[in-house]
């Protein structure tokens, strides 16, 4: 099973940009479908961005959409998350997570087998 580290998180102003990584260890994480999810306080745990199973296509939540990139370096085992224009919503944990292929929509939370620990985004006023 592929152990998956996050960073990149920290305290940034509105309308400022960010990079996560989340960086994969044991397996290639090329064999994998990867996503980004976040969970603020009190919330559920939901999908952000995600590559589609058997492709290099992405797809995002409508939020996320033209102000964030989701991307992946093969030679550094690490995918990336970058998101501009953040705004105090976006503040969350911020999980990376992976599963084998499957025919199952990539936002399916419940369907991802290995997490990471996650990384805080604070994004202030």
């Known amino acids: 099973q592929v152990q998956l580290v996050e960073s990149g998180g920290g305290l940034v102003q509105a309308g400022g940009s960010l990079r996560l990584s989340c960086a994969a260890s044991?397996?290639?994480?090329?064999?994998?479908?990867v996503a980004w999810f976040r969970q603020a306080p009190g919330k559920e745990r939901k999908f952000v961005a995600g590559f589609i199973d058997w492709s290099s296509d992405t797809d995002y939540v409508d939020a996320m959409k033209g102000r964030s990139i989701i991307s992946r370096d093969n030679a550094k085992n690490t995918v990336y998350l970058q998101i501009d224009s953040l705004k105090p919503e976006d503040t969350a944990v911020y999980y990376c997570?992976?599963?084998?292929?499957?025919?199952?929509?990539?936002?399916?939370?419940?369907?991802?087998?290995?997490w990471g620990q996650g990384t805080q985004v604070t994004v202030s006023s």
């Open positions: 997570a992976a599963r084998s292929p499957r025919a199952v929509a990539v936002g399916n939370v419940h369907s991802y087998d290995s």
């Open positions: 044991g397996r290639a994480l090329s064999l994998y479908t």
